[in-house]
């Protein structure tokens, strides 16, 4: 079902969206709801909050085991390069 929703919004803000989805061949419509859709998907949680969008996409894509304890390896590769 779709729904008409309201937006107030700075006019230049709206130009440039407008510009933005069609050099992307979508509607601005569909560009606003992918993104909501994103935010209420995405439950980021804290931590996550402070990362930049290109770091967030990279979440999840190295597999490793339940008990790697990446603390650990972090203090050990530290410990090789600053020494003490």
């Known amino acids: 079902m779709t729904t008409k929703l309201t937006l107030t919004l700075d006019k230049k803000i709206i130009e440039q969206a407008k510009k933005y989805a069609s050099e992307r061949g979508r509607s601005l419509s569909d560009m606003v709801e992918n993104y909501f859709k994103f935010l209420t ?3 980021l949680d804290e ?3 402070n990362l930049s969008p290109r770091v967030e996409k990279l979440r999840g894509i190295l597999k490793v085991k339940p008990d790697f304890d990446y603390k650990k390896v ?4 530290r410990m090789k390069k600053y020494g003490q």
């Open 74 to 77: 972090l203090d050990e590769e």
């Open 47 to 49: 931590k996550s909050e």
């Open 41 to 43: 998907e995405h439950k």
